[in-house]
C-alpha cells in the first residue's frame, strides 16, 4: 500500500471530498505519505489523514462553503470602495468567516498600530499561511504602492483575497502553497507568520523551525495563540513562548515581544 500509486490514489479520493477539494493536493499528497502506517487498510488512512486535515487548517473555516458566495458578495459590493477606509466595514464581515482571523477583529486597531509605530517604512510584505489576514490591510500602515503577497493551502481563499485585492486596486497576489515542502521566493520587506507553526507543526515537529530558517526579510511577525479555538487557555502562552524562544535564532535576529488580548507577538528584526 505504500508505493507511489497507492499514494496518489488515496490522495486523490480525499481531495475529491466536499470539504477537502480546495485544499492545495501535494498538502494532502504530503499528508498520504506522511500519515499512513505499514499494514493498515486505505480506510483507515483516509481517516486519519482527514482529521488531521480538520486539526489543521478545516477547523479555522467557518460556513465553508460559502467562500464562494463570499467572492460574489466581493464581486457585487459598492463602486464605490475606493479608499482602504472605506473598505473596512465589508473586510470586517468577511474576516469572520475564519475563525483563527476572525479573533482579532477587535482589536485590530490596537494591533497593526502597534505593530507598525515598531517598523520602518514597509513597502512589500509576504503573509504566509494568511487565512483571511491579507483582509487587514487597510488596519496596516504601509507605504505607498505597497505590494502583497499571500499563500495559505486553499484555492477558494486565494481566489477570494485576488478579488478583494482587485476591488480596491491592491498590488496584491494570493495562491496556495503547501509551506512544508515550498516557500515563496519572492524578496520582501516584512513577513507575516501569524498563528501558524503550531498548526505546521502538528504534521511535522520540526516545522517551525524549518519555516523560521527560510525567512529571508529585515523583518518579521511571529505570532501564537493564547486561546484554543474551544477558548481555553491550557497553558498556551508560556508553552509557545517557551518553544519559539528555542526554535529561533539568536544570531540572527532581535526580538521585540507585544501581548495582546489573544495572541503573543514577536517582532523580529534581522541582526
Ligand atoms: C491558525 S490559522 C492562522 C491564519 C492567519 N495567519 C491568521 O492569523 O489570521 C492557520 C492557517 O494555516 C493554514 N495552513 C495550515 N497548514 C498549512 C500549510 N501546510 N501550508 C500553508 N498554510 C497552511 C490554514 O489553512 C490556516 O489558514
Redesign the pocket.
Known amino acids: 500500500m505504500e508505493n507511489d500509486s497507492s499514494v496518489l490514489q488515496i490522495a486523490a479520493e480525499i481531495s475529491a471530498g466536499k470539504n477537502f477539494r480546495e485544499?492545495?493536493p501535494g498538502?494532502i499528497r504530503?499528508l498520504v505519505k506522511t500519515e499512513m502506517q505499514p499494514n493498515e487498510s486505505e480506510k483507515e488512512t483516509i481517516k486519519r489523514v482527514r482529521s488531521k486535515l480538520h486539526q489543521?487548517?478545516?477547523a479555522?473555516?467557518e460556513g465553508a462553503s460559502n467562500y464562494q458566495d463570499l467572492i460574489t458578495a466581493i464581486r457585487q459590493s459598492d463602486n464605490s470602495l475606493t479608499s482602504l477606509e472605506a473598505a473596512k466595514p465589508l473586510a470586517i464581515e468577511l474576516?469572520k468567516s475564519?475563525?483563527?482571523?476572525?479573533?482579532?477583529i477587535a482589536i485590530l486597531d490596537v494591533f497593526y498600530s502597534q505593530i507598525f509605530a515598531a517598523l520602518p517604512h514597509i513597502q512589500s510584505v509576504l503573509?504566509?499561511?494568511?487565512?483571511?489576514?491579507p483582509l487587514?490591510i487597510p488596519w496596516m500602515k504601509l507605504a505607498d504602492h505597497f505590494t502583497y503577497e499571500a499563500?495559505?493551502?486553499?484555492r477558494d481563499?486565494a481566489l477570494l483575497l485576488n478579488v478583494f485585492f482587485e476591488k480596491l486596486n491592491i498590488r496584491g497576489k494570493a495562491d496556495?502553497?503547501?509551506?512544508?515542502?515550498?516557500f515563496p521566493q519572492s524578496e520582501c520587506d516584512l513577513t507575516?507568520?501569524?498563528?501558524?507553526i503550531?498548526?505546521?507543526e502538528?504534521?511535522d515537529k520540526n516545522?517551525g523551525t524549518h519555516i523560521l530558517n527560510q525567512i529571508r526579510s529585515p523583518y518579521a511577525v511571529v505570532?501564537f495563540?493564547i486561546f484554543s479555538l474551544s477558548g481555553r487557555q491550557k497553558g498556551m502562552k508560556v508553552n509557545y513562548e517557551k518553544h519559539f524562544l528555542e526554535i529561533y535564532d539568536p544570531q540572527r535576529w532581535e526580538l521585540e515581544r507585544m501581548l495582546f488580548p489573544n495572541?503573543l507577538v514577536f517582532l523580529m528584526r534581522r541582526k
Do not use: W
Open positions: 485544499i492545495d498538502l504530503h489543521i487548517s478545516n479555522y473555516r474576516m475564519h475563525a483563527s482571523t476572525r479573533e482579532r503573509d504566509l499561511a494568511c487565512g483571511l489576514n487587514a499563500y495559505d493551502i486553499y481563499i496556495s502553497m503547501n509551506l512544508l515542502e515550498e507575516f507568520l501569524l498563528k501558524t503550531p498548526c505546521l502538528q504534521v516545522a505570532s495563540p495572541e
